[in-house]
């Protein structure tokens, strides 16, 4: 059976990224084109945690991630902490399911307007992956979650699903493994598709994304104002370049295009204005692995800054809000083990 990486390898992986010329772009100094604010760290109160997002909803804020006594192989549960003004910070509810590792969650709002949360959950058996597919779990409260459930199929990894107003759906890209076998052991060539739905429990295909190799990973979609969505796809295969998707309504016929980097668990919001700015983890003007700021303009992608990180980092959450870019996001450059930390970021 597949072994899951160990964080060594993750950060060695990382660290050979830097050869890449590609990584020659290094973001401005800070102020050119953004500042940090503020950088708060919100827990450190588990032996392990990652994988953040946060939502304002009914006029307050969440923010969730996994807590877990290691990285891989035991079961995880998604932490949840709530605020009314991103200073004080209270848990207010963990959704777990036995013997199940539930990571990388991601939270939105269904058309009923009920908070939902995404989360991948995995099984092990001697530290060893059994099992994968994407679980779901909606709440009234934010308190009070219901039984999480099942979609798609054994070995599927719904990243980021968003939902789409005007659509009046979910959408969101699927990475797969072992598309041809029943797994748990990766080929040699991953797959990843385009899904939709009307309540974020039953999908159906939208989008094969065929043409889409080199083991594509992590991606998430947004929708711009005319309804052009865009899609940020990392691939851990062939020369490893970030891709950027671009399709106009079905969304059924996409066009591909490279950066100049590579890119880990990327993630990117449309602001008022109608800049397309996003975070990801990448290289900066420091050594080692950091969460990066960019801007996406003329189909490039801008480095503007690198937020305090190093090490085991990433996964970053976004929101807007008052004119400020709020980043959430796990990093161990305090501390041996990741904490979860907030950041404020005003562009210019």
């Given at each position: 059976?597949?072994?899951?990486?160990?964080p060594?390898?993750?950060?060695a992986?990382?660290?050979?990224?830097?050869?890449?010329?590609?990584?020659a772009?290094?973001?401005?100094?800070p102020?050119d084109?953004?500042?940090?604010?503020?950088?708060?760290k919100?827990?450190d109160k588990?032996?392990?945690?990652?994988?953040?997002d946060?939502?304002?909803?009914e006029?307050?804020w969440?923010?969730?991630?996994?807590?877990?006594?290691?990285?891989?192989?035991?079961p995880?549960?998604?932490?949840?902490?709530?605020s009314?003004?991103?200073?004080?910070?209270?848990?207010?509810?963990?959704v777990?399911?036995?013997?199940?590792?539930?990571?990388?969650?991601?939270?939105?709002?269904?058309?009923?307007?009920?908070?939902?949360?995404?989360?991948e959950?995995?099984?092990?058996?001697?530290?060893?992956?059994?099992?994968?597919?994407?679980?779901?779990?909606?709440?009234?409260?934010?308190?009070?979650?219901?039984?999480?459930?099942?979609?798609?199929?054994?070995?599927?990894?719904?990243?980021?699903?968003?939902?789409?107003?005007?659509?009046q759906?979910?959408?969101?890209?699927?990475?797969?493994?072992?598309?041809?076998?029943?797994?748990?052991?990766p080929?040699?060539?991953?797959?990843?598709?385009?899904?939709?739905?009307?309540?974020?429990?039953?999908?159906?295909?939208?989008?094969?994304?065929?043409?889409v190799?080199?083991?594509?990973?992590?991606?998430?979609t947004?929708?711009?104002?005319?309804?052009t969505?865009?899609?940020l796809?990392?691939?851990?295969?062939g020369?490893?370049?970030?891709?950027?998707?671009?399709?106009?309504?079905?969304?059924?016929?996409?066009?591909?295009?490279p950066?100049?980097v590579?890119?880990g668990?990327?993630?990117?919001?449309?602001?008022?204005?109608?800049?397309i700015?996003?975070?990801?983890?990448?290289?900066?003007?420091?050594?080692g692995a950091?969460?990066?700021?960019?801007?996406?303009?003329?189909n490039?992608?801008?480095?503007?800054l690198e937020?305090?990180?190093?090490?085991?980092?990433?996964?970053?959450?976004?929101?807007?809000?008052?004119d400020?870019?709020?980043?959430?996001?796990h990093?161990?450059?305090?501390?041996?083990?990741?904490?979860i930390?907030?950041?404020k970021?005003?562009?210019?």
């Amino acid at each position: 059976m597949f072994k899951p990486p160990a964080p060594r390898f993750i950060l060695a992986f990382c660290i050979g990224l830097l050869t890449n010329t590609a990584l020659a772009q290094r973001p401005p100094a800070p102020g050119d084109r953004a500042d940090i604010l503020t950088v708060r760290k919100l827990w450190d109160k588990s032996r392990h945690s990652s994988g953040a997002d946060i939502l304002r909803w009914e006029n307050l804020w969440y923010v969730c991630f996994r807590t877990a006594d290691t990285p891989f192989g035991t079961p995880g549960q998604i932490q949840f902490l709530t605020s009314f003004d991103m200073i004080t910070w209270a848990e207010v509810s963990a959704v777990s399911q036995k013997d199940v590792d539930l990571r990388e969650p991601k939270l939105g709002v269904t058309k009923e307007k009920r908070m939902i949360l995404f989360t991948e959950g995995v099984t092990y058996d001697r530290g060893q992956i059994t099992s994968k597919q994407p679980r779901v779990t909606t709440s009234t409260d934010g308190r009070n979650w219901v039984p999480t459930q099942t979609y798609l199929i054994n070995g599927d990894w719904l990243w980021r699903p968003f939902w789409h107003e005007k659509d009046q759906r979910f959408y969101g890209a699927s990475y797969h493994t072992h598309p041809t076998t029943p797994g748990p052991r990766p080929e040699k060539e991953w797959s990843i598709k385009l899904y939709s739905s009307l309540d974020g429990k039953v999908w159906q295909l939208t989008a094969p994304w065929d043409s889409v190799t080199g083991l594509p990973k992590d991606c998430t979609t947004r929708v711009l104002a005319d309804d052009t969505m865009l899609a940020l796809v990392s691939r851990e295969g062939g020369d490893r370049l970030g891709l950027l998707g671009r399709a106009s309504p079905p969304y059924k016929e996409w066009s591909w295009q490279p950066l100049t980097v590579p890119l880990g668990s990327p993630n990117f919001i449309v602001l008022p204005d109608g800049r397309i700015i996003g975070a990801s983890l990448g290289f900066g003007a420091t050594p080692g692995a950091h969460v990066i700021i960019f801007e996406i303009k003329d189909n490039k992608f801008e480095p503007l800054l690198e937020l305090p990180s190093t090490a085991e980092c990433g996964h970053p959450g976004l929101a807007w809000h008052e004119d400020q870019l709020i980043v959430v996001y796990h990093s161990s450059h305090e501390d041996k083990k990741p904490a979860i930390y907030m950041a404020k970021v005003r562009l210019k």
